[in-house]
C-alpha cells in the first residue's frame, strides 16, 4: 500500500513538472513585443520602407500577401518567428520585415 503511494506521487509529481514547467526559450519570447508606438519611433521611415519592398517581394511566394492590419503586434510577432524563417530571410531583413507589419498592424 505504501509502496504504491510512493509510486502515484511522484507519477503525479512528474506529470506537473511536465506540464506545469514553462517550456524555455523556443515558445516564450524573450522580450515582450514592442508597440506600433516604438516601433515606429525606432524605425526611419526608409526603413520601413524597406521592410514593405521585403514584405512584398517575398512574402507572396507560398499564399497570398496578408493585410498588415489583420493581426495585432503581438500576432504578427508569433506568425513571423515561423514565416520568416520560411522565406529565408536574413535576421536583419527578417527584422525590417517585422518593424513594417507591426508598424501598419491592428491596435492591440
Ligand atoms: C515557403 C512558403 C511560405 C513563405 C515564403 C511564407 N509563408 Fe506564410 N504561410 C505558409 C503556409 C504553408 C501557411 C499556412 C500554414 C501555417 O500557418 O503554417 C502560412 C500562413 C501564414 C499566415 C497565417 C498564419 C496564422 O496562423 O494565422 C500568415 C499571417 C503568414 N503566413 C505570413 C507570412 C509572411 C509575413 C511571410 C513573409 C515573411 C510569409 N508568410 C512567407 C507558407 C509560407
Known amino acids: 500500500m505504501r509502496k504504491l503511494t510512493v509510486s502515484a506521487f511522484l507519477a503525479s509529481a512528474v ?5 506545469c514547467t514553462p517550456k524555455a526559450g523556443k515558445t516564450v519570447a524573450a522580450t515582450p513585443v514592442e508597440t506600433k ?3 515606429v519611433a525606432r524605425y526611419p521611415p526608409d526603413q520601413l520602407e524597406k ?3 521585403l ?14 492590419g489583420s493581426r495585432t503586434p503581438a500576432e504578427w ?3 513571423l518567428q515561423r514565416m520568416i524563417p520560411k522565406a ?3 535576421p ?5 520585415v517585422r518593424a513594417y507589419l507591426i508598424a501598419n498592424s491592428k491596435q492591440g
Open 15 to 19: 506529470l506537473f513538472l511536465a506540464y
Open 37 to 39: 508606438e516604438q516601433i
Open 51 to 53: 521592410g514593405h519592398t
Open 55 to 68: 514584405f512584398t517581394g517575398n512574402c507572396a511566394k507560398c499564399h497570398k500577401l496578408k493585410d498588415p
Open 77 to 79: 510577432d508569433k506568425v
Open 88 to 90: 529565408k530571410l536574413s
Open 92 to 96: 536583419d531583413d527578417g527584422a525590417l
